[in-house]
């Protein structure tokens, strides 16, 4: 179900985090967690967000908000949870996507209102490697019965329950990448870190 054209807004943060070592959502970059960063991204988005996985409020968020239906399913037993609860059309981001901005959420929903009435998933897939980005997509509450037979069948991942003949692919060059950078180990926290520094010295220096 749309409505107006524009789909609901939802964070997931339900991730343990345990190859970062801690709680990715409470990273702060550039003065903001990562949690509060992908709200207010959403919000310029969608006429609702909702965050999946955790309650907000400890957090400092005023945000309505759902734990998982049924916990240890990963980010597709997030996404089933809430497409039951909201029944309409959800643009999902993951919460550890510091780097994701207002241009590729526009491309994102352009691309959403293009696809065939057919498709159930509309995501990113990098053109050399034909990756899907599965946590920066939009689903249908159609999509939701088949998430739930793939549980049944012991399947959690989403491009594994929902084929290519059920996406809308929006393709992007691997130049265009750098949105999808994600926080998933300490590695990735050191090369944020330093991209902050980096940013920061620029604009010190008047350079940005």
């Keep these: 179900m749309n409505r107006g054209g524009v789909p609901a807004g939802v964070v997931l943060a339900g991730g343990k985090s345990s190859r970062l070592g801690h709680d990715k959502a409470r990273i702060v970059f550039s003065g903001v967690s990562l949690l509060s960063r992908s709200v207010d991204l959403l919000k310029r988005h969608c006429d609702m967000v909702y965050v999946v ?43 550890d996507l510091p780097l994701m901005d207002d241009r590729t959420l526009r491309r994102l929903k352009a691309g959403w209102r293009e696809k065939p009435k057919t498709a159930l998933m509309t995501t ?45 692919h929006i393709p992007y060059p691997r130049s265009e990448a750098t949105p999808f950078f994600n926080v998933n180990h300490p590695a990735d926290l050191s090369m944020l870190r330093h991209l902050e520094t980096a940013a920061n010295g620029a604009w010190a220096g008047g350079t940005v």
């Design 124 to 168: 990113f897939q990098q053109e050399d490697t034909r990756y899907i980005e599965a946590l920066v997509a939009v689903y249908e509450p159609e999509a939701l019965p088949l998430l739930e037979q793939g549980f049944d069948q012991g399947l959690y991942q989403l491009n594994r329950i929902l084929t290519e003949p059920m996406r809308h």
């Design 53 to 95: 996985g955790r309650l907000p409020e400890e957090h400092g968020l005023n945000v309505p908000s759902f734990l998982d239906d049924v916990p240890g399913r990963g980010p597709a037993g997030g996404i089933a949870t809430v497409l039951r609860r909201l029944n309409r059309s959800c643009l999902v981001v993951s919460c």
